[in-house]
């Protein structure tokens, strides 16, 4: 079963860190570009990253530019989201998703992970 | 960035209903814009990539049209397990962004 699942999240006081890691399985891992999208408490989706099959392009949202960083392992079928100099408007459930197709970036986002929640509070 | 508005925001509709949402894109995107459902408590589900191009295990009742600005998703026939929110997404450019959402509410 194509699957991606994430971790990493929990409550970090402003100004901290945190890494995101998003485990896949049931697919070529290293052929398929994949993203981070998040979403705030009631509100709506905002996509924060990017990164190409290979690792070698990598794309942000100009919310998180020079505060996120996105990475991937792909020995070991895993995408990271670094997320530094956190704030309140951080705070949100982070999605990983899979770009629909191989070695193709953009495209519309076909498998999605249940999410991982991230809460920036002193 | 292309801004992507949604309309309208919330819908009240009924089973059996022809629902039609509409979403418009602030530069021209070609047919690049996917559409996705999302539920309470659950990851967003792909519904249409390339504007009108329906992935596969959706319910034929789902479809999406247009090109340019302007894209619409219809459900021709609104069934209880259609009352969720809808989003429009566009990817023309390597800074995709969302439209603001549509719920669809009895």
């Known amino acids: 079963e194509v699957q991606l699942l994430e971790s990493g999240g929990g409550l970090v006081q402003p100004g901290g860190s945190l890494r995101l890691t998003c485990a896949a399985s049931?697919?070529?891992?290293?052929?398929?570009?994949l993203t981070w999208v998040r979403q705030a408490p009631g509100r709506g989706l905002e996509w924060v990253s990017a990164?190409?099959?290979?690792?070698?392009?990598?794309f942000y949202a100009g919310s998180v530019q020079g505060r996120f960083i996105i990475s991937r392992d792909n020995s070991r079928n895993m995408v990271f989201l670094h997320l530094d100099s956190l704030v309140a408007e951080d705070s949100a459930v982070y999605y990983c998703?899979?770009?629909?197709?191989?070695?193709?970036?953009?495209?519309?986002?076909?498998?999605w992970g249940q999410g991982t929640m991230v809460t920036v509070s002193s | 960035d292309i801004q992507m508005t949604q309309s309208p925001s919330t819908l009240s509709a009924s089973v059996g209903d022809r629902v039609t949402i509409t979403c418009r894109a602030s530069?021209?995107?070609?047919?690049?814009l996917a559409w996705y459902q999302q539920k309470p408590g659950r990851a967003p589900k792909l519904l249409i990539y390339?504007?009108?191009n329906s992935q596969t295990g959706v319910p034929s009742r789902f479809s999406g049209s247009g090109s340019g600005t302007e894209f619409t998703l219809t459900i021709s026939s609104l069934q209880p397990d259609d009352f969720a929110t809808y989003y429009c997404?566009?990817?023309?450019?390597?800074?995709?962004?969302f439209g603001q959402g549509t719920k669809v509410e009895i």
């Open positions: 997404q566009q990817y023309n450019t390597y800074s995709r962004t």
């Open positions: 390339k504007a009108s």
């Open positions: 990164i190409s099959a290979s690792g070698g392009d990598t």
């Open positions: 998703a899979r770009v629909r197709i191989t070695f193709i970036d953009p495209d519309a986002l076909d498998i």
């Open positions: 530069q021209s995107i070609s047919d690049w």
């Open positions: 049931g697919f070529i891992f290293n052929t398929y570009a």
